[in-house]
T-cell receptor, first 111, second 116 residues
């Protein structure tokens, strides 16, 4: 049984560009959350998706948007990239009432 | 507002020594509490969790944690540390209950170094 998978593992972008990160949840999980982990910090909640809708959102600007597909996979989109968006982006999935399981993350570097 | 404090940024212990990592939380109701471990360049692996019941919870890799409501603490312990335990450890509190369990609030982490 595959756990949470994310792609790509690494990518480099320049300021002003747009990026899309992808996440496939653990089998049987229907809720996906995204977190941003800056270097030396704990993960910060971006948003959570359930039934293809954004259920909850953290303190992130509208440049950060997401989507959940009918198969529960999810995308995180970031527009107009800033240097400060450089971070490890973590996807987590769960089903009702259960613990969140995290993927390995996508490391984004903005130059 | 919910928050988690891990007062120790970096801890160094000798292999075979005991370990305690501190975590204090702020949450208005009975919290869902978690400890995760992160190895370099990796995602987060769940060590243990507390939802309710026995305040001493056992996790993987020989770790345990004790929930103390009066102190708003959820400290992680291990009686004998192995070199492979070197990693970063995060304490987190979950918002909501059961099926409405939502975001996790994380502390800034404690980096553990193990001397041989």
């Amino acid at each position: 049984d595959a756990g949470v998978t994310q792609s790509p593992t690494h990518l480099i972008k320049t300021r002003g560009q747009q990026v899309t990160l992808r996440c496939s949840p653990k089998s049987g999980h229907d809720t996906v959350s995204w977190y941003q982990q800056a270097l030396g910090q704990g993960p910060q909640f971006i948003f959570q998706y359930y039934e293809e809708e954004e259920r909850q959102r953290g303190n992130f600007p509208d440049r950060f948007s997401g989507h959940q597909f009918p198969n529960y996979s999810s995308e995180l989109n970031v527009n107009a990239l800033l240097l400060g968006d450089s971070a490890l982006y973590l996807c987590a999935s769960r089903t009702a009432g259960e613990t969140q399981y995290f993927g390995p993350g996508t490391r984004l570097l903005v130059l | 507002a919910q928050s988690v404090t891990q007062p120790d940024i970096h801890i160094t212990v000798s292999e075979g020594a005991s370990l305690e990592l501190r975590c204090n939380y702020s949450y208005g109701a009975t919290p869902y509490l978690f400890w995760y471990v992160q190895s370099p360049g990796q995602g987060l692996q769940l060590l243990l969790k507390y939802f309710s019941g026995d305040t001493l919870v056992q996790g993987i890799k020989g770790f345990e944690a004790e929930f103390k409501r009066s102190q708003s603490s959820f400290n992680l312990r291990k009686p004998s540390v192995h070199w492979s335990d070197a990693a970063e450890y995060f304490c987190a509190v979950g918002e909501g209950r059961g099926s409405t369990l939502g975001r996790l609030y994380f502390g800034r982490g404690t980096q553990l170094t193990v001397w041989p």
